[in-house]
């Protein structure tokens, strides 16, 4: 079974909204400050999508661990 590109974007917005939950919970739990940890959070939200493109565009230039797949060859027709 294989996931629509919908899919894979919507469980990736709603991934980053819970590690952006987090983030925020943690510097609530840690300062006690409400508005910090909004600005923290938003922030990472934002910072944290950058990177990763950043990221995924650094790894498309690395050739390490990927294969080729062969394409099959058409059969030529004789007659």
């Known amino acids: 079974m294989t996931e629509t590109h919908i899919r894979s974007v919507v469980k990736g917005v709603s991934w980053r909204i819970v590690g952006t939950l987090d983030t925020m919970l943690l510097v609530f739990l840690f300062s006690g400050n409400v508005s910090l940890a909004a600005i923290v959070g938003s922030t990472e939200a ?25 394409t099959p060859v058409p059969e030529r027709a004789t007659g």
């Open 46 to 70: 934002i910072t944290k999508v950058i990177l990763f493109w950043a990221h995924e565009r650094a790894w498309q230039r690395i050739g390490w661990g990927r294969t080729v797949r062969a």
